[in-house]
């Protein structure tokens, strides 16, 4: 099999049903997610590389295939198809951002984005997550979308920061608070 076909060679591409522009906003959506589950991928290979985070790395290589769900709801040229995400990993992303939020010193203040390597890594998915996000609302005003994937985009992002807070516990890095924020959050944990 032969990785190009030279199908897009003129700025089209195929989605499942039809073919559209390359700029078109479920391209762009799906796309998205695609760039986010690079960045997960970093971040699982970091999270295995240390005995103390491999629980993570569990976890992330479990976003990453649920991922590869959201964006195959993404990628139908033609609405009213059955869809892979659910609610199920919704509810798993919230148990485990409950579990990692409890074991993570309380917040008092922002923190930058960093620490550790696998923090950093984990806070660019949150970024990026964010981003696929607002094209999938984007894409959601216009067209049906799974409502499931937009929620679980949503839930995902507040999973990366609380793996990115629990990521720096387990190396031995503490968060680095914004010095110019004021004490936003009251001793609560995030």
């Known amino acids: 099999m032969k990785l190009y076909t030279r199908g897009g060679d003129k700025g089209m591409t195929s989605l499942i049903g039809g073919r559209v522009s390359k700029t078109d906003a479920k391209v762009e959506a799906y796309g998205t997610i695609d760039e986010l589950n690079s960045f997960v991928g970093l971040a699982a290979a970091e999270a295995q590389s240390f005995e103390p985070t491999q629980a993570l790395g569990i976890e992330l290589y479990e976003i990453m295939q649920e991922l590869f769900d959201t964006g195959s709801d993404l990628a139908y040229a033609v609405d009213g198809q059955t869809y892979k995400m659910t609610n199920e990993p919704i509810e798993r992303l919230e148990q485990w ?8 010193p309380a917040l008092t203040k922002f923190i930058l984005p960093g620490g550790s390597k696998l923090a950093a890594t984990l806070h660019i998915c949150r970024t990026v ?11 959601a005003e216009h067209c049906e979308i799974n409502e499931q994937a937009l929620a679980y985009l949503n839930r995902l992002s507040d ?12 190396c031995g890095t503490e968060d680095t608070e914004y010095i110019r924020s ?9």
């Open 97 to 104: 951002i409950d579990a990692h939020s409890e074991a993570a």
């Open 129 to 139: 997550c964010r981003r696929a996000e607002r094209r999938v609302v984007a894409l």
């Open 159 to 170: 999973y990366f920061f609380a793996a990115a807070r629990i990521a720096n516990v387990q």
């Open 182 to 190: 004021a004490n936003v959050f009251q001793g609560k944990k995030k």
